[in-house]
């Protein structure tokens, strides 16, 4: 989690703050907080002019920084856009409000696939409506590997959780999300144990995967492998599946050479979902019902996936999708390769404080 | 931090006079007093200053009442509000604490305060090797800031007088541009392809480039670069004001220069070398940015520490905690070594 970006999100706020009290009076607005690298923006310019509400989109790059921003209270943000195992706790601290459905018509367009499954969550959906969805795999860089090691097995986990392996890659450099929710299910499913494990003693056993692997990784960071991994600083990065795309799709324009792969490891991997929700203290939720409406258009949310190349909850929009959106089984994956795949739920606080030490011990070393 | 008669400002012979009147019954009794009288005929200015002077608070002492106003607003309250949040507990909830007080029913408070989070802090050894780690890099480069500022204030205050200003401005002048874009610059300077890399393999003085980004070094260079000003300032209003006669004196009794400024400026200028380690090393214990943008996973500083009991555990109470004891950490030591300078200047004195 870029930590920049909370100082940078805060002044930005800061800004925003200000004028919104005497400018709501005049005209309509409505307060968008979402995660960077989200979004076509000329969205937001055509929803401006269809419905003459003025857009103010935030940005961050870590759940963390979202939820503190929530529990706080008085965000001054309409929609927000949590993960789902967030969402599920934010909702258990009264965070948000129930949506409206009478002001939600374009409800129906929704996939029954991923509906299913936020409801674990969010029980019956009534919080929330999904974004984007995709998977915490790795993206490499198939030059590089292959020359240093031509056998290496990029289909399975042992490139990132095999010390033996990884440590070939240690000198063209490796990245790893910084979000010890996704790392430590990945490592107990990597050595066969239960990626939702709540129990402390489980989760004690990624430690030592992590521990054996720390040598060989260079940075912690969740959003600067996207220029890190087309530029060729790093050859190998654990993260989520649209910004590995991305960054593929950088490395194309900038037609350096560089042939960068997403992979979903045949072990599984973790499925996580996005959320649209309205806080309880929202300032305008007429205007953010509105909002999130127009987002569930077909034609909208398409063009939104087919820019950031994540796959979407929406069922409708899909005959819009570009045919490297929806025939990449990267991001659409068949049926049976989203049965391989995981999901977690959120962490007691306890057992979160035992995450969150792991986590440290193992960026930290102490 | 530092003292009033620490800091003085360049333009003493003025000011000297100037505060005097300020003070003076005599000045309140001229124009001010006018104004005063007039403002009387208005009857809220009557209703208030009536109120004021009840409660023993008249124009002195509403002048003194300000600064005092502006901490407990500003520095007091919210460190209360800490120490509340310090003795609750984590809940799931908006906010993610316990109260402290609640009312029970039959008109009673119930006070709930929890020292669990204290006691954690002692369990667990990394908040002790945080703090350690924090001093630790504070104080080197405090150390460091000392060593590279003394000479610049030195020279800057021993300039003709024309320059002063010029080399004042070059001193001020990085603070027009904002602190993050200024340490993100040293990114580009520190990494294995920067600037600094580029220049040493050029002029041959290495081959492999060295890998400086991401280590203890890249902050402690990023904590004097950041914080030099704090220590060049007070020491130049120090040195500047010298009596330099002192040094003709010792020149004239024999001495060498190099052993007239260990026993002439060096002492003279501890005021200035105490307010500027001060003001360098407290912000740097508690730094946040310099560490997580140039240090590495392994740096270890109380600053990111609090940050992740804040934002991954969501842990307000404990990270309240581990604020507090930061700042008794500082406080403590701060006080006992004024303590000790005031004895000793009245002992010398």
Known sequence: MNRLSLLASAFAVAALALPSGAAQAQSKVVHVYNWSDYIDETILEDFEKETGIKVVYDVYDSNDVLETKLLTGNSGYDVVVPSGTFLARQIQAGVYQKLDRSKLPNLPNMWGVVTDRTAKYDPGNAYSVNYMWGTTGFGYNEDMILERMPDAPVDSWRMIFDPDVVSKFADCGVHVLDASDELIPAALNYIGEDPDSQDPDVIRKAEDVLMAIRPHILKFHSSEYVNALPNGDICLALGWSGDVLQARDRAAEADNNIKINYVVPKEGALMWFDQMAIPKDAPHPEEAHIFVNYIMRPEVMAKASNVVYYANGNKASQEFLNEDVIGDLAIYPTPEAVASLYTTTPYAPRVQRVVTRLWTKVKSGQ | ?349
């Not at chain 2, 006691?119 to 990394?126: G, H, I, N, P, V």
């Not at chain 2, 912000?283 to 804040?310: H, N, Q, R, Y």
Request: charged share 15%; net charge neutral.
């Open chain 2, 1 to 349: 931090m530092s003292k009033p008669e620490d800091s003085p400002s360049q333009g003493t012979p003025s000011q000297g006079p100037k505060v005097a009147y300020m003070s003076g019954r005599d000045a309140t009794a001229g124009g001010l007093a006018g104004v005063h009288q007039r403002l009387l005929l208005i009857p809220p200015y009557r209703l208030l200053a009536a109120l004021l002077r009840r409660i023993g608070l008249t124009g002195h002492g509403l002048v003194i009442a300000v600064p005092y106003l502006w901490l407990l607003a500003f520095f007091l309250a919210p460190f209360l509000i800490v120490l509340k949040i310090s003795f609750a507990e984590v809940i799931i909830a908006q906010p993610p604490y316990t109260p402290l007080f609640e009312f029970v029913e039959d008109g009673f408070i119930s006070i709930k305060a929890s020292l669990e989070n204290y006691l954690f802090l002692l369990e667990d050894s990394l908040y002790w090797k945080s703090y350690l780690s924090s001093l630790r890099i504070a104080l080197i480069s405090t150390a460091l800031a000392l060593l590279l500022g003394y000479p610049i204030a030195y020279a800057m205050a021993r300039a003709p007088k024309r320059w002063r200003f010029a080399l004042l401005m070059m001193v001020i002048l990085p603070f027009w541009t904002s602190f993050l874009i200024r340490v993100y610059a040293w990114i580009g300077i520190l990494k294995k392809e920067g600037l600094l890399n580029l220049a040493l393999i050029e002029l041959g003085l290495i081959s492999e480039p060295l890998t400086i980004l991401n280590t203890d070094i890249a902050v402690f260079i990023g904590i004097v670069y950041s914080y030099l000003p704090f220590m060049v300032l007070p020491l130049y209003a120090n040195l500047e004001k010298m009596d330099l006669s002192l040094l003709e004196a010792a020149a004239d009794l024999g001495c060498r220069p190099a052993k007239a400024f260990w026993v002439i400026t060096v002492p003279q200028s501890i005021p200035g070398i105490i307010a500027g380690c001060f003001l360098v090393f407290i912000p740097a214990v508690g730094e946040f940015v310099i560490p997580d943008l140039l240090g590495g996973s392994e740096t270890l500083m109380i600053g990111k520490t609090l940050w992740s009991e804040f934002f991954n555990n969501r842990d307000w109470p404990l990270s309240s905690a581990v604020a507090v004891v930061l700042l008794l950490v500082l406080v403590i030591p701060i006080v006992l070594f004024q303590r000790m300078q005031e004895r000793s200047a009245q002992a010398g004195g």
